[in-house]
């Protein structure tokens, strides 16, 4: 029964926001193909008989109103990165879902209420913050902070949604999130379920790199204040002293203005991803960095300023929630990994809520690209896992 239904959901949502081109997925928050989806989990929810809430912000649980006392939430979220992979966010909400499908059929009648969610924007691709639907939902972002958030084409959040305040998560009690893991751990290991020890710490910084607008052609090299140079190297500078130190700094988008082929430009603005094994290893990151960038910007006559748009500190998940979900089955002990990779659980374990994460191996180890991927049989010893860790938690 399982197998059907979690292949069946699988194709339903297969070809929504898929690129032609790539094969990967453009399924930003409050676009058609992300609308298409929190319809669709609707209508899955109604199908089963649940529950159904909403909050003000566009975050959805459907609920199984079995049992009375804490409940046990599970779930993640539909939308994408630009270009993303299958696998990141509908694993966990598609499993969710045939999770209870899975209980149901062996009988299972709960003690406790169990809830399948869905949060808007975890990714951040639109309006640049990353689990924003759980920040607002835990209250860790004020909607008068959020509501002027706004995306590459100047719509702010609040022209998008009505916003106030949310009260989905008052009678939560654990969450539980399943999500295909981010890398290769599982693939070294030769397991196919893993379960989350800790999120790393990571932010967002944007760089503004100013400079003077000039002739391709006719600006001498030694009279440009190029902010382009310093940029470049920033951009190196970030990775090397991410390498030197074990931890990870990306720059993955740039604007440029005035952006023309022969145009010396006036503004360079980058966006750079730190990622630590520690808060203060994450600070002094990003201090280096930046201090390199206001050298090299001396240097070329440019100017920099730097802005965090969004940090999260590190996430150590309840420790005796993941060793019971690793051990408390048959076979091998689940093995317990940390991750680099942000995610709502990681929010609300920060707001205080008892979480765990169950991983799911990705033979490629390749994610935020189309080339993620996960093998059918792994997915549905996922579904089991998250089966068996709900019953659990809900006797």
């Not at 270009?83 to 209980?103: E, F, H, K, N, Q």
């Not at 070294?188 to 932010?203: F, K, L, N």
């Not at 430009?265 to 280096?288: G, I, M, N, Y």
């Not at 979900?325 to 048959?330: I, K, L, S, T």
Request: charged residues 25%.
């Amino acid at each position: 029964m399982v197998p059907d239904d979690f292949e069946r959901m699988w194709a339903d949502l297969a070809p929504v926001g898929r690129s032609a081109r790539s094969g990967g997925y453009f399924r930003q928050p409050f676009t058609t193909p992300e609308r298409e989806l929190s319809a669709w989990f609707v209508e899955q929810l109604e199908a089963r008989r649940l529950r159904i809430e909403t909050d003000v912000f566009g975050n959805v649980v459907g609920w199984w109103d079995a049992g009375e006392g804490p409940a046990v939430l599970t779930g993640s979220h539909l939308d994408s990165v630009l270009d993303g992979g299958a696998y990141d966010g509908p694993l966990g909400v598609v499993s969710a879902l045939a999770a209870i499908d899975l209980m149901r059929a062996r009988g299972v009648v709960p003690a406790r209420p169990i809830g399948v969610s869905v949060f808007v924007e975890e990714e951040g691709s639109r309006f640049g913050l990353a689990c924003l639907g759980s920040r607002l939902a835990t209250g860790a972002t004020s909607w008068e902070t959020a509501r002027a958030l706004q995306d590459r084409d100047g719509v702010a959040l609040g022209d998008v949604v009505e916003g106030g305040t949310s009260s989905l998560l008052q009678d939560v009690g654990t969450f539980v999130e399943l999500h295909v893991e981010q890398g290769r751990d599982l693939v070294d290991r030769g397991a196919a379920v893993g379960v989350a020890s800790e999120i790393w710490p990571h932010g967002r910084y944007r760089f503004d790199f100013t400079g003077s607008a000039n002739h391709a052609g006719t600006t001498r090299m030694e009279d440009r204040q190029d902010p382009m140079l310093t940029y470049a190297m920033t951009a190196l500078a970030a990775n090397k002293q991410a390498r030197l130190a074990g931890q990870r700094a990306t720059f993955g988008r740039v604007s440029v203005e005035p952006n023309g082929t022969n145009a010396v430009p006036s503004k360079v603005t980058a966006w750079l991803d730190a990622r630590c094994s520690s808060d203060d290893a994450l600070a002094d990151l990003v201090e280096v960095v930046s201090r390199q960038a206001a050298d090299r910007a001396d240097r070329d006559g440019t100017a920099v300023e730097v802005t965090a748009e969004s940090v999260s500190g590190s996430v150590a998940f309840d420790p005796d929630l993941a060793a019971r979900v690793a051990v408390d089955h048959e076979g091998p002990d689940w093995p317990v990994i940390p991750t680099q990779a942000g995610h709502d659980a990681g929010i609300l374990s920060a707001a205080g809520i008892p979480t765990a994460m169950l991983f799911v191996r990705n033979p490629t180890g390749v994610s935020h690209s189309p080339d993620e991927h996960a093998e059918v049989a792994d997915c549905l010893v996922g579904v089991s896992a998250l089966a068996d860790t709900l019953e659990r938690l809900t006797r």
